[in-house]
């Protein structure tokens, strides 16, 4: 049987969909989340892994980078070169380095351990924001928190805002100045 990892599927026919590539992952749990950004695609397990993954020819995708921050990756998101991991122990903040040979560099941790409330659900970044989700059970209120990534290396919360309607969950996507949650 072929190893498990990330399937690359030729999908520019519908009619004729292929596999045209598998990367295999030394994923030691099962994966939880994917994200393409450009021509990189990034992979996380629930032990805290991320793989990413250099898809600028897809028949010959291979892994550039693992990173393990250690607590499970519920989300992630990207603006530019930085990458953000959204964990049980709050945010973590990447560099990616654009000549693919260096290797990524970890900015800063958001430790989010001692707010009370629900847990972290899902990351956005947008520019040099990044917002970040937290969600619960209904009827209690979830809620998004406005980070500052101007200087990442020290990134401040700027606000808070509950959002009504049970917690905020599922990927957000973001339009003119406008995000699009799911409550």
């Known amino acids: 049987t072929e190893p498990r990892g990330l399937k690359v599927v030729d999908m520019s026919n519908p009619r004729s969909a292929a596999v045209v590539a598998n990367v295999p992952l030394p994923l030691q749990a099962s994966p939880m989340y994917v ?8 992979v996380a397990d629930d032990r805290g892994a991320v793989h990413i993954v250099d898809a600028s020819a ?8 693992s990173l393990n921050v250690g607590w499970i990756v519920g989300s992630m998101s990207k603006s530019g070169d930085l990458f953000a991991a959204g964990t ?3 945010v973590y903040l990447y560099d990616i ?3 693919r040979i260096g290797q990524p560099e970890l900015l800063s941790h958001i430790d989010f351990s001692d707010e009370s409330g629900p847990g972290l659900k899902e990351v956005l970044a947008v520019g040099n924001r990044l917002y970040v ?3 619960d059970v209904f009827p209690y209120p979830g809620r998004v928190v406005n980070v500052d990534l101007t200087d990442p ?6 606000e808070w805002l509950a959002v009504p309607g049970g917690g905020v969950w599922l990927r957000p996507t973001y339009r003119n100045g406008v995000i699009f949650w799911l409550t």
């Open 58 to 65: 897809p028949r010959n995708a291979r892994i550039l980078w």
């Open 35 to 42: 994200m393409a950004s450009g021509t990189l695609v990034y």
């Open 133 to 135: 989700s937290f969600g």
């Open 88 to 90: 049980d122990a709050g």
């Open 97 to 99: 380095p654009d000549d």
């Open 153 to 158: 290396t020290s990134p401040y919360s700027l």
